[in-house]
């Protein structure tokens, strides 16, 4: 899939002021410092279409951006979806009230934004299976909703451990989940996995 435009739509406090559910739409998603603006801005190859705020976690906002994308083998058709920034889980400074606040506006979203497509969740993959990553995946399989495992930062460790704790956490989910998820292994720095990520959407697109 190529890129051809990225451009920022608006940003909603709650489901119902999002833009109406025309396009497809894919929703990232993961805890807070995961590496979630830079792979945004890596998919869409634009410095700064996604940005971190300033005050993390304190401004918990669906952010949408419209994407033009074209498939690799076919450039004159283009096909219109939004791309969706969500808050991330996971701050420490955050009060019981504004976490709260987030579970019940990301539970609407996800529950109720009918041409929500995939979510894609990512996970940093420098770390060992953390307890705030599986918690929220399984209360997906609660909601029901289709999504896939984005695994960040791969370039920060040597490829054997990553691959390990990939391992690892598809492991911890085996545990509850019968079929595991699609997962890939980024890095917003080399650009691994952007194919790969990019290709899936597009296959979605088509289906
Ligand atoms: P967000 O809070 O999830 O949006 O995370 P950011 O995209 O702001 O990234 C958090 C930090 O991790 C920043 O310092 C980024 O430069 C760094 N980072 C994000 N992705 C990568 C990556 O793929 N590789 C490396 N080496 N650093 C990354």
Redesign the pocket.
């Known amino acids: 899939m190529q890129i051809i435009s990225a451009t920022y739509v608006k940003s909603s406090a709650n489901y119902t002021q999002c833009p109406p559910p025309d396009k497809a739409e894919y929703a990232f998603i993961?805890?807070?410092?995961?590496?979630?603006?830079?792979?945004i801005n890596m998919l869409c190859n634009k410095k700064n279409l996604?940005k971190?705020s300033a005050t993390?976690g304190k401004t918990q906002l669906i952010n949408h951006f419209l994407i033009t994308s074209a498939s690799k083998n076919n450039t004159a058709k283009t096909t219109d979806w939004y791309l969706v920034d969500l808050p991330?889980y996971g701050y420490a400074k955050v009060s019981q009230k504004q976490r709260k606040s987030w579970s019940s506006m990301i539970e609407q979203y996800i529950v109720r934004r009918e041409n929500l497509g995939n979510l894609f969740v990512?996970i940093d993959s420098r770390h060992e299976p953390q307890q705030i990553d599986l918690e929220f995946i399984n209360q997906l399989g609660v909601w029901q909703v289709p999504f896939a495992l984005v695994f960040?930062?791969?370039?920060?460790n040597k490829p054997a451990a990553t691959t390990r704790n990939v391992q690892q956490f598809l492991s911890s989910l085996q545990e509850s989940w019968e079929e595991l998820p699609p997962h890939f292994i980024?890095?917003?720095?080399?650009g691994d996995g952007r194919d790969e990520v990019l290709q899936f959407i597009d296959q979605m697109n088509k289906e």
């Open positions: 993961g805890r807070s410092n995961v590496g979630k603006s830079s792979l996604a971190t993390p991330g990512l960040t930062k791969a370039d920060k980024t890095s917003a720095v080399k």
